[in-house]
T-cell receptor
């Protein structure tokens, strides 16, 4: 069974440009999460989808970030326009509905570098 | 609010040394507690968990005990191996919020 996959693994862009990160969760997982780790600090929650609906987006830093999950399958996270402080590693995770709480399956992360 | 604090790294040990990585939490209720590990070039993966006070989670020789009185969930291993070199994250989960709250991570480097 394929795990959570994320694209790209690394993206280098200039300030003001746009980047779109993609996450393909494990098939059948209704819950999809986005997290971010900046500069070796804690991994911070960004948002949570249940199927195609945003269950909790309290961690989204500002309106430059837009997450979508059309059709309840893969998800995209767009940063537009990117700023220097957006640099970090963006993790996606998925889990089953009714699955064991807290047991999330993570992708390898997408490293974003904004110059 | 809920938060997790863990010791800063890096922690550098020789092979077969004893490992402790401290983790404490704050929560308005009784969270489930987790240790996740990220090996080089891989995603985070669950290492062990405990869902209530005095529970002990264990896996791959690692152990952690949920201590309500000290709000702690310290990770221990009696004899580390080079292959244990990774970044370790302590995390808490509240069913009321349905999300993991992570600590800042502790990098472990084990030398032969």
């Amino acid at each position: 069974e394929a795990g959570v996959t994320q694209f790209p693994s690394h993206s280098v862009i200039e300030k003001g440009q746009t980047v779109t990160l993609r996450c393909d969760p494990i098939s059948g997982h209704d819950n999809l999460y986005w997290y971010r780790r900046v500069m070796g600090k804690e991994i911070k929650f960004l948002l949570h989808f249940v199927k195609e609906s945003k269950q909790d987006e309290s961690g989204m830093p500002n309106n430059r970030f837009l997450a979508e999950r059309t059709g309840g399958t893969y998800s995209t996270l767009k940063v537009q326009p990117a700023e220097l402080e957006d640099s970090g590693v963006y993790f996606c995770a998925s889990s089953l509905s009714g699955g064991r709480s807290g047991e999330l399956f993570f992708g390898e992360g997408s490293r974003l570098t904004v110059l | 609010g809920n938060s997790v604090t863990q010791m800063e790294g890096p922690v550098t040990l020789s092979e077969e040394a004893f490992l402790t990585i401290n983790c404490t939490y704050t929560a308005t209720g009784y969270p489930s507690l987790f240790w996740y590990v990220q090996y080089p070039g891989e995603g985070l993966q669950l290492l062990l968990k405990a869902t209530k006070a005095d529970d002990k989670g264990s896996n791959k020789g690692f152990e952690a005990t949920y201590r309500k009185e000290t709000t702690s969930f310290h990770l221990e291993k009696g004899s580390v191996q080079v292959s244990d070199s990774a970044v370790y994250f302590c995390a808490s989960w509240m069913d009321s919020s349905y999300k993991l709250i992570f600590g800042s991570g502790t990098r472990l480097l084990v030398r032969p």
